[in-house]
């Protein structure tokens, strides 16, 4: 089996071995790479999005720098979680 690649410049031929599908491995690892790609994003959202309602527990004592990061947060989750809405389309 070979495999050509075509550029602009010139075409590249790769021999491969017989039997051996380089489009069937990159694949399979672009899948694996996604869905690793989209459980880092969402849970980097859901991060954002839940640690203002930890870092302000209602009965607990609050740092002035705990609040502080934490309407931080609350301002600007909404922009945050579009964005990794749009990077997980």
Request: with cysteine; aromatic share 8%; net charge positive.
């Amino acid at each position: 089996m070979v495999l050509e690649y075509h550029c602009a410049a010139a075409i590249v031929t790769i021999p491969l071995g017989e039997g051996k599908s380089l489009m069937a491995n990159s694949s399979a690892f672009g899948r694996k790479s996604a869905w690793l790609l989209l459980i880092v994003i969402t849970v980097a959202a859901l991060a954002i999005v839940i640690a203002p309602v930890w870092i302000i527990q209602p009965f607990a004592p609050q740092s002035p720098r705990g609040v502080e990061v934490s309407y931080l947060l609350r301002r600007w989750s909404p922009w945050i979680t579009l964005g990794v809405l749009a990077l997980g389309l």
